[in-house]
């Protein structure tokens, strides 16, 4: 079975500067997606960036961005230019792609941003 | 109008009731998703359905049953409901005919609290 591990409870951030979150994994299969999603105090589920397994390159949106080591098993997001409105609990999942393909999330991340 | 509504949004019962919470979808997806999710352990699943006749189970469906009654429409129950089911509840959808099959759309949540 798949598991997700992300190691940081809790992270803080200066607004305006870049933070890093880390989230590992464990698979044995080589074709799967990986993803992040936030969770903002509204509680609503909202994906943020989404990297296929199969693709060297890595993701990218807007301020967004991950780096994916497929190798290490690590994909990590990072957020440029840290908003206010980027604050909420940050969530990696795996996605197999066989079976019932459901989602495999991580414990989160609750990120703070500092104004 | 929200494309993934659940309801109620929030409801208190007490330990040994039968409830009901509800999930409905104008996405037109075919896969429908209901997951839990308790602080520190992110969101695990609990029942999924690929079409109205097919109904799995998840990792943690002890105490749970559902009911896919239309494509759009998919309903957790818990027959007997007790404290350790107070949680966050979401529903979740997805459609393996579009490009985007790996994308999952979540509905709001549902808090649940058993007393």
């Known amino acids: 079975a798949q598991t997700v591990t992300q190691s940081q409870p809790e992270m803080s951030v200066q607004e305006a500067e870049t933070v890093t979150l880390s989230c590992t994994y464990d698979?044995?299969?080589?074709?799967?997606?990986l993803f992040w999603y936030k969770q903002p105090p509204s509680r609503q589920m909202i994906l943020v960036i989404r990297?296929?397994?199969?693709?060297?390159q890595n993701a990218t949106e807007n301020r967004f961005s991950v780096n994916f080591q497929k190798a290490a098993k690590s994909f990590s997001l990072k957020i440029s230019d840290s908003q206010l409105g980027d604050a909420a609990m940050y969530f990696c999942?795996?996605?197999?792609?066989?079976?019932?393909?459901?989602?495999?999330f991580g414990t989160g991340t609750r990120l703070t941003i500092i104004p | 109008d929200a494309d993934v509504t659940q309801t109620p949004r929030n409801r208190i019962t007490k330990t040994g009731k039968r409830i009901m919470l509800e999930c409905s979808q104008t996405?037109?997806?075919?896969?429908m998703y209901w997951y839990r999710q308790d602080p520190g352990l992110g969101l695990r699943l609990i029942y999924y359905?690929?079409?109205?006749?097919?109904?799995n189970k998840g990792e943690i469906s002890d105490g749970y049953s559902v009911s896919r009654q239309a494509q759009a429409k998919f309903s957790l129950s818990l027959e007997s409901a007790i404290p350790n089911q107070t949680a966050l509840y979401f529903c979740?959808?997805?459609?393996?005919?579009?490009?985007?099959?790996?994308?999952?759309?979540f509905g709001p949540g549902t808090r649940l609290t058993v007393l």
């Open positions: 698979t044995s299969e080589s074709d799967y997606y």
């Open positions: 999942a795996y996605r197999t792609n066989f079976g019932n393909e459901k989602l495999t």
């Open positions: 990297q296929e397994a199969y693709k060297q």
């Open positions: 979740a959808t997805s459609d393996w005919k579009t490009v985007m099959r790996e994308e999952q759309f």
């Open positions: 359905s690929f079409d109205v006749k097919d109904i």
């Open positions: 996405k037109g997806h075919d896969r």
